[in-house]
């Protein structure tokens, strides 16, 4: 008992150490007790046994380890630091728990590997789970595949990987214990249900007898996909989703039972498999034989590589030998036989690589196409298997090219088998994989074939044209196929519709591959008789709506069937037109069209107008009438009047209905020959724009420019190339047939006539803002006299945008069904300007000679070899990417012994990047990889000119092909310093600047685990610094994964590097602003030899904030390829220029980035400034930000690691302060950010320096009247507030100065809410500093200071009087003395029920404070205008010397003790007057006289100004005038009315003063909000309360009003007034006179009438848009809530008023922000909902409000919906367009008015004889009724 009772003293956790079973088992039952009390899983108790949950489960004593095992499951299960035991405690479950006989300790050991998995920790259990399957204890082994088994079947695969699993079937089906063998066909059985078939090709080759077994077992699985069980503490969202959705489908399993059940998920057989090396394998005369003269020795080798190509999934490594030795066979062989079998094994190679072999499919492709002559079935279809597997492998965009190129064969059966593998591509193709560029040249193509000789050919061409029809939609197709007879398009239409495709968005190879199945069996026929019917494509069905035989969705509305018509509209007779225009036109119109009189063709044509004018869009025959206007004399027409109404027709009818191209080309010519009249001109013009609207700008401008070029009349050309000029800038240049304008506009240029000259130079710099500098390309050629004025022209545009698009935006949006349409076409429109670069093909130019002389053993002639090479890309200039064998010489020649010649060979690869654009990237597995190889070469010019080529390339090709597959990983790995530190910091600046990477990154973090132990320094520090890059891609968890697979020593060393670049890991670059795409275009092609001007105009502060992004994102490109070039740079150099750098101004004034900075970070688009600490995402997007608006030396020093750089930068940003004031304004927010960041240092020195720079920028930004905005407060106060809570007194003090700084440019009532949260910190310095602060605002504001209101922040406030921190106690209690002082025993009432103690505190304060001051005197006349001076070391709070002071001005001032008073701060606080300048100019002064209004007298008539004898002084407000305005404006919402009748009186004095009246202008908006405030204390407090008189509150209201109305007298005041402060005064009047209160005072009458006349100076004296948008709002928020019907009737009245206002005010009113508020209020009360209301008058005010808009401004108010982004979710754009077609939108105006007059009220709506107050205009004395509407 004596050794028990020493045991049982110890602490739990030495317990479960100790040797002795029972004490170990004592100690697990004390833990597990433990374990599941404590509820914190953060808690340090887990701490303690974190070390020991290994011994708990490997336990030796079986009885104990029972309690053990509970014990470690619930700590695994509760504590947040069990996932570090993960591996060691799986481990020791499989070794020591899983042997047991006990079921208990083996159910037991199963549950903790599932809560391991639980907890996140899937990998180490299943790594550990599968080693178990290694050991020789078949217990083990059973126990292990039971848990895989279990934790597959309630974690499912997307948690445990399958691919191990699938791996270790086999072994465990061969296992000699018949219960592992059972368990393992268990475990093959529920890895079926989640993969189903995939499965079978890995367990081909067990015991057949197992096989079988299994085949019955899988045919017993249900079909419906499997769900998990069990989740994640990361899916307990998702969770709780599958958990509704039971719940739903058991309610819908009770209505129904026939819906069909979930298909399981699909998973690629390709990715359980492993890959086979068959490069090795190859017979080592392999080559040799397959070029053998004898047929049976090449058979053999095709043989053998047969046999090895038969592994699905092959090992990534160089197979261009071997491809080409198949390519050569395909090709060239005679024996069909060996071509047969080439073919397959080719095809076996792409399946077996995948998109591996992408790089190779160039290649052969255009051999297996060529061979294609051959007419034997077996040679056909081995060959379309070999090109569809090669397909899969690639794009159809990169085989275009070489499928396009065939098409014109005059073999028939190539043309036919290239057509089928074109269609059977396209239908493996998503509709974003076919652009506009790609489906042009293909339907081209196919159209030259429908009318070949051969029907196979046609029958092929037809398949091609449905495929492209049902993948891209018979939109993008139709109008390719316009001159396609109808029979022909009936038959394309029709096999389109027989057509099904299976494939889905992101398909994958396998179901591609299978998908392409059938179609390789159905067109395997060689050329014959063919019948068939177009290939219908089988696969699984595909959820999708219900289609209707037109092969369109129903449900949604569609336009085709008119666009189709009006494509193929067919020619009229000029009878047939007489008849249709005869039924819409009068007449008498129609006769005298051919009248002799011109008079009387002149009247015809008025008449013929406005008949076209009143035709409904969708029965107006447009060809008709248009082919009318031809009639004798037609367009030859001689009087120049009756021409012009002409022009007018087409104009009106081209706008007004469905005007078709037939109907467009029966007029061009005729206006383009009057295009250059002189009084024609014009409204030619304008018709050619109205056609091109109708019929697209595109087709328009090609028809017109080609008759204009047809033509000899200079001026008709000349002004059509300015019209075409002017048209693109209104319609875009999307779908612009640029190559047709090009040739015209050359032959323009070449033109004798200067103005055509002119006119084509001006529309050249036109395109040049949508092209760039490609369009520059085209005219290389020309004169250099011409190139210049091109170039001059090209100057004056550089650095500009294109505009708007303002016309065709309508008509598209209506023609396309969706918006990812658009963007798809506007997307197609920037790929086009890229192929319009004109290239060629210089594929016959590299002769065999030019290759066997880079062969030769001679250098000089190696080297002549190059020179010719060299020269042919020169002369070709831009090359297409066929280059014949160029590419594998070229590669042998940068491993050439000759270091010269490796140097030419750069170069050369230097001149390919720029000379073939794009189309490189098919060439960067054969010659980009090899160039990564030269890195390693010992000579440094040979490095820098390898880089160089490098740099080229990616910027033609982008950096992911150079990614995918696992050459750059074996670069890494190979042995060479000098390529690893090379490649290391090549990878490192490339990937930083990108978003995403293709997963095929992680195969190089091993070699480079490898380089951070290389015994080379240099490579060691490059690979730590690429370290941190690799992890913002991969993730941590990825890379200490893949660290956990190294030698124990090794995994230390990498562990440790990892966590130290998790620290310094930099956040993803955030996607760049979607840039103009021929600037995409432009930066792609354009040619070094000439770079562009933009870089160099970059500094200039006037440029746009895109154009200054660009330039600086240019810029390090430029830096990293000067530093290729020239890498031994020294130190002099480098210094020198960043001493010049420094010489400039560190801020640069960058126009509007500062608004478009904060409209970014209020979408979202940039992370919000809001963080616990400062993260290095945060820190990278301001270090972004920044870098325009500083200089370049200043940001590497603000962001750099040495806090002694920070010191120095701040030094500079203090001398410069005053000297950039304006840019330092402008870059504001990023200068406050940037010192939150630095508040974060532990640094004393920086923090200080911190601090001295804020309060000298504060100074600065008071005395320039600047006043901060919300986005830069925000990101600033609240960690300023954080440094309140420093512990040294030294930073405490300077935060105190700044917060007294800081009222002077932030409204003290939005400073009161930070410190208000900061009094919720746990720091109690910073809680006492915040308490002590809002004394300070309420001392110097009053109670009106307080939000968001008095009494919630009273409340908080006295919630720390019982803080256990004295001096936190004392602020709190203060803080109250100091509202007591001010609003006196109301305090009580605001603070609420306090605890005994806390109250007894209080009042024993405010008993001690009553001596210094008197709580109920009233307030003197700018008494809260005194200074808060800083404190002295050893005084007390600031409260109480603030009340000292105000002691001290409350007695009479005596000349003499004026030097013994405190000396005035040199920082004046906030709202405060020159007390000095005060006393000095008005020794004696006294309270004004109150205002008193003289109601008695009213007279509507004239405006009642209050009249007030005042001999308060005109302050001069000179020294801090915006201050001083601030805070009486803020004195007018004070609970004390006295206080506010002193403001309101002030207030009068400075809008009586004409010559301060500006000071207003900032503050206008404030002074209305204040007094609405008081409207609204008077209504809910002071009308209750007993101690105010009612005399009191009439004199308040009189006050307040008279002031309203005296600031709306000022125009330039009232103008300033916004529509949300209109809004709140609107409601604060109507309350007031619905207010039966208000009645029953005595001259209560008399207000409402006062509230009458200012409700009508509102009417007429602000900006009418502001008020238009203040009452519909005010209307929405009233007809949403539970508001009286009076009070919206009078806002309806209101609107009925404003209304009648419309005629004479409707030239200065901004439309478009009228329609966005309509716009709203429609969205929320649409036409339905407001006929549910119970009158109709808001219905019928809304009514009228647009039928009076569509009036006045007729079709033009559509043109106001800019505003208005998402039209479709409200009826507003419908129910203008249905008004604009009704008659009394057409009404004469007079007539209109007079209707409006005479109109009757609506009946529910209250006129003068009704209860409710009326509304009175201020020149009538009539009240405002709806009579007049």
Not at 307 to 325: I, S
Not at 725 to 741: D, Y
Not at 1525 to 1540: G, K
Request: hydrophobic share 40%; proline share 6%; glycine share 4%.
């Amino acid at each position: 008992m004596g050794d028990d009772s020493e045991w049982m003293k110890l602490p739990v956790d030495q317990k479960c150490e100790h040797k002795v079973w029972k004490a170990r088992l004592t100690g697990y039952e004390e833990a597990l007790k433990l374990f599941q009390r404590i509820d914190d899983e953060k808690s340090p108790e887990w701490g303690k046994f974190l070390g020991l949950i290994k011994k708990f489960v490997t336990e030796s004593n079986a009885v104990a380890q029972l309690k053990g095992l509970e014990a470690a499951l619930a700590f695994i299960a509760k504590a947040h630091i069990a996932t570090r035991t993960a591996g060691e405690v799986v481990s020791g479950v499989v070794s020591k728990v899983f042997n047991q006989p006990k079921a208990r300790a083996k159910e037991l050991g199963s549950d903790i590997c599932l809560t391991y998995i639980e907890i996140e920790k899937a990998d180490a259990v299943q790594e550990e789970l599968i080693k178990g399957l290694d050991n020789k204890n078949p217990k083990i082994v059973l126990a292990c595949v039971e848990t895989i088994r279990r934790a597959l079947s309630e974690f499912g695969s997307k948690t445990v990987t399958l691919k191990p699993l699938v791996k270790v079937l086999p072994k465990l089906f061969e296992s000699r214990e018949k219960a592992v063998r059972d368990e393992a066909k268990l475990l093959a059985v529920e890895v079926y249900r989640w993969i189903r078939d995939a499965l079978r090709p890995s367990l081909q080759n067990i015991n057949t007898v197992q096989l079988k077994e299994l085949e019955e077992e899988w045919a017993k699985v249900p079909p419906g996909a499997p769900r998990q069980a069990r989740f994640l503490r990361s899916q307990q969202d998702l969770r709780t989703k599958f958990e509704q959705q039971q719940q739903q489908q058991a309610a819908s399993e009770a209505e129904s039972t026939d819906e069909p059940e979930e298909s399981a998920p699909q998973v690629d057989p390709y990715e359980l498999l492993d890959p086979v090396e068959i490069l090795a394998k190859l017979p080592k005369d392999f080559y040799e034989k397959i070029e053998a003269k004898k047929w049976q020795e090449r058979k053999e080798a095709l043989d053998a590589l047969e046999a090895l190509t038969k592994n699905p999934k092959l090992e990534a490594g160089d197979y261009g030998d071997l491809v080409r030795a198949l390519k050569k066979v395909i090709g060239k062989d005679t024996n069909v036989m060996l071509v047969s079998l080439a073919s397959k094994c080719l095809a076996a190679l792409a399946s077996g690589l995948r998109k591996k072999f992408g790089m190779y499919a160039g290649q052969v492709v255009p051999t297996i196409l060529e061979k294609f002559k051959e007419k034997k079935a077996q040679v056909v279809q081995a060959l379309q298997e070999a090109i569809d597997a090669v397909f899969l492998t690639t794009t159809l965009q990169s085989l275009s090219e070489d499928v396009l190129a065939v098409m014109d064969n005059k073999n028939p059966s190539i043309k036919q088998q290239a057509s089928l593998f074109l269609a059977r591509s396209i239908r493996l193709c998503l509709p974003s994989a076919l652009p506009k560029s790609l489906v042009k040249p293909i339907c081209t193509a196919a159209l030259k074939q429908v009318n070949d000789s051969s029907p196979e050919v046609r029958d092929a061409a037809f398949e091609v044209l449905a495929s492209a029809m049902k993948v891209v939609g018979e939109k993008a197709v139709n109008p390719l196929l316009a001159d396609l007879d109808k029979a022909k398009l009936d038959k394309i239409k029709e096999s389109a519709d027989k057509l099904e495709l299976t494939g889905k968005k992101g398909g994958t190879e396998k179901e591609k591959a299978s998908n392409l199945q059938p179609a390789q069996e159905a067109s395997a026929k060689p050329p014959g008789p063919h019948k068939q019917a177009p290939v219908k494509v089988a696969g699984p069905p595909k959820k999708t709506k219900p289609t209707n035989p037109g092969g369109k969705q129903d449900g949604g509305k569609s336009k085709k069937p008119a666009e189709t018509k009006n494509l193929v509209e067919t020619e009229l007779s000029m009878e047939a037109c007489e008849e249709k225009a005869a039924a819409v036109l009068p007449a008498l119109c129609v006769q005298q069209l051919d009248s002799a009189n011109w008079k009387e063709r002149l009247a015809s044509m008025e008449e013929f107008l406005k008949a076209v004018e009143q035709i409904d869009s969708s029965v107006m025959p447009c060809q008709a009438l248009v082919r009318m206007l031809a009639k004798k004399p037609g367009w030859k027409e001689t009087n120049f009047q009756v021409m012009q109404l002409k022009m007018q027709v087409v104009a009106a009818v081209a706008q007004g209905g469905q005007f078709s191209k037939t109907s467009a080309s029966a007029v061009l010519d005729a206006l383009v020959d009057k295009v250059g009249d002189v009084k024609c001109g014009a409204k030619a013009k304008d018709a050619l724009t109205a056609i091109g609207e109708a019929c697209s700008l595109p087709w328009t401008a090609e028809q017109v420019v080609s008759m204009a070029f047809t033509q000899k009349n200079p001026k008709n050309q000349a002004e059509t190339l300015s019209w075409l000029a002017n048209a693109i800038k209104e319609f875009g240049f999307a779908g612009i047939n640029v190559k047709a304008f090009i040739n015209h506009v050359k032959t323009a240029l070449a033109a004798t006539n200067p103005a055509v000259r002119t006119a084509a130079i001006c529309l050249l710099g036109v395109m040049y803002l949508y092209m760039g500098a490609p369009l520059r390309m085209f005219f290389e050629d020309g004169k250099a006299a011409l190139l210049s004025q091109i170039d001059a022209e090209f100057q004056k545009i550089q650095g500009q945008t294109p505009p708007a698009q303002t016309r065709g935006v309508k008509k598209r949006s209506e023609e396309q069904e969706n918006r990812g349409e658009v963007e798809e076409q506007e997307e197609a429109g920037s790929m086009d300007v890229v192929d319009l670069v004109p290239r060629t093909d210089i594929s016959a130019k590299i002769t065999v000679e030019m290759v066997s002389k880079l062969g030769d053993k001679n250098w000089k002639i190696r080297k002549e070899g190059l020179d010719e090479m060299a020269a042919v890309v020169s002369e070709a200039k831009f090359i297409k990417s066929t280059v014949g064998e160029l590419p594998t010489a070229l590669k042998a020649r940068l491993g050439d012994s000759n270091k010269i010649l490796v140097q030419q060979t750069l170069s050369i690869l230097q001149q390919l990047a720029t000379a073939m654009g794009p189309g490189l990237r098919l060439h960067i597995k054969t010659l980009g990889i090899p160039v990564i190889t030269v890195l390693g070469d010992g000579k440094n010019t040979v490095r820098a000119a390898a880089l160089a080529t490098l740099t080229a390339w990616v910027e033609q090709t982008g950096m992911k092909e150079w990614l995918e597959g696992e050459e750059l990983c074996e670069e890494l790995k190979k042995e060479n310093p000098l390529l690893r530190q090379e490649l290391l910091g090549w990878l490192t600046e490339r990937l930083s600047s990108l978003q995403a990477v293709p997963s095929d990154l992680q195969l190089c973090v091993t070699p480079l685990y490898a380089c951070l132990e290389d015994r080379n320094a240099d490579i060691r520090k490059k690979a730590q610094g690429a370290l941190p890059i690799f992890m913002t891609h991969l993730g941590f968890d990825k890379m200490n994964k893949a660290a956990a697979k190294l030698q124990p020593v090794s995994k230390d060393q990498v562990v440790a590097l990892l966590e130290k670049a998790r620290a310094i890991m930099p956040a993803k670059p955030t996607a760049p602003a979607k840039a103009a795409p021929a600037k995409a275009a432009a930066a792609a092609t354009a040619p070094p030899a000439k770079p562009p001007a933009a870089p160099k105009q970059a500094v200039a502060v006037t440029e746009s904030c895109e154009t200054t992004e660009e330039t600086y994102d240019a810029k390090p490109a430029k830096a990293g390829t000067q530093k290729g070039q020239a890498p031994t740079a020294k130190k002099p150099p480098a210094k020198a220029k960043a001493e010049e750098d420094k010489s400039g101004p560190l801020f640069v004034l960058v126009p509007n980035r500062k608004e478009l900075r904060i409209k970014e970070e209020k979408s979202l688009k940039v992370l919000k400034w809001n963080f616990a600490s400062p993260r290095d995402e945060y820190i990278e997007q301001l270090k972004t930000q920044m870098a325009p608006c500083v200089a370049k030396w200043l940001q590497e020093e603000l962001f750099h690691a040495d806090f002694q750089r920070h010191i120095k930068a701040i030094g500079a940003m203090i001398e410069n302060l005053n000297a950039e004031k304006d840019a330092v304004i402008s870059c504001l927010d990023l200068i406050l950010k940037w010192f939150t960041v630095r508040f974060f240092d532990t640094n004393t020195s920086v923090l200080m320096k911190c601090l001295e720079f804020v309060k000298l920028l504060f100074h600065m930004l008071s005395n320039q009247d600047y006043q901060l905005s919300d986005l830069e407060a925000n990101a600033f106060i609240p960690f300023l507030i954080l440094k309140m809570g420093e512990p040294k007194d030294g930073v405490r003090k300077d935060v105190r100065t700044i917060m007294g700084i800081l009222c002077k440019v932030y409204p003290a009532s939005k400073i009161f809410p930070f410190l208000m949260e900061g009094t919720k910190s746990k720091n109690s310095k910073q809680r006492a500093e915040c308490l002590e602060e809002l004394g300070c605002l309420v001392t110097l504001c009053g109670m009106s200071v307080c939000q968001p209101t008095a009494s919630k922040a009273m409340k908080e406030i006295a919630v720390h009087i019982g803080d256990r921190d004295t001096s936190v106690r004392n602020a709190a209690l203060n803080t109250i003395v100091v509202a007591y002082n001010v609003c006196g025993e109301q305090v009580y009432k605001l603070i609420g029920n306090l605890s005994e103690k806390d109250m007894s505190m209080l009042e024993e304060r405010i008993k001690r404070s009553s001596k210094a001051t008197a709580p109920a005197a009233p307030p003197q006349p700018n008494a809260s205008l005194l200074q808060k001076h800083p404190p002295a070391e050893h005084a007390p709070s600031k409260l109480r010397q603030l009340r000292a002071q105000k002691a001290l001005a409350a007695q009479p001032q005596q000349p003499q003790q004026k030097d013994h008073l405190p000396q005035p701060s040199v920082v004046k606080q906030e709202f405060s007057l020159d007390l000095d300048v005060v006393e000095t100019q008005f020794p004696d002064y006294e309270l004004p006289e109150l205002v008193e209004h003289d109601l008695d007298g009213l007279d509507f008539e004239s405006l009642p100004v209050p009249n007030s004898t005042r001999r308060l002084p005109a302050f001069d407000l000179e020294p801090t005038p915006t201050t001083s305005l601030i805070l009486v404006i803020s004195n007018i919402a004070s609970s004390d009315p006295n206080t506010c009748r002193q403001a309101l009186a002030q207030m009068d004095e400075v809008f009586q003063k004409h010559s301060q009246s500006d000071l207003m202008v900032k503050s206008t908006n404030q002074f209305l909000i204040t007094s609405v405030m008081q409207l609204r204390l008077i209504h809910s407090t002071h009308m209750s309360n007993r101690s105010i008189s009612q005399d009191e509150i009439s004199n308040l209201y009189s006050c307040i009003i008279g002031s309203i109305i005296t600031m709306l007298d000022i125009d330039v005041l009232a103008r300033e007034v916004s529509s949300g402060v209109l809004k709140d005064l609107v409601d604060s009047m109507l309350t007031v006179m619905l207010d039966p209160r208000v009645q029953e005072l005595r001259n209560g009458q008399q207000i409402i009438s006062v509230v009458n006349i200012l409700l009508g100076r509102l009417f007429t004296k602000p900006e009418q848009a502001n008020l238009f948008s203040a009452l519909l709002s005010l209307l929405q928020d009233v007809l949403s809530s539970s508001v009286s019907s009076k009070f919206s009737e009078l806002v309806m009245k209101c609107l009925w008023r404003m209304i009648r206002y419309l005629p004479d005010t409707i030239g200065s009113l901004n439309l478009d922000r009228i329609l966005l508020e309509m716009h709203r209020f429609m969205k929320v009360f649409p036409r339905a909902r407001l006929n549910k209301l119970p009158d109709d008058l808001a219905l019928r005010t809304l009514r009228m409000l647009v039928y009076t808009l569509c009036r006045l401004t007729g079709p033009k108010i559509l043109d106001h919906l800019r505003l208005v982004e998402d039209r479709n979710e409200s009826e507003l754009e419908a129910y203008l367009k249905k008004v604009l077609q009704s008659p009394a939108a057409k009404m004469d105006l007079g007539t209109w008015k007079r209707s409006m007059q005479t109109a009757p009220p609506p009946p529910s709506c209250p006129t003068s004889s009704s209860r409710a107050p009326a509304l009175t205009e201020p020149r009538q004395s009539q009240p405002l009724t709806m009579d007049g509407c």
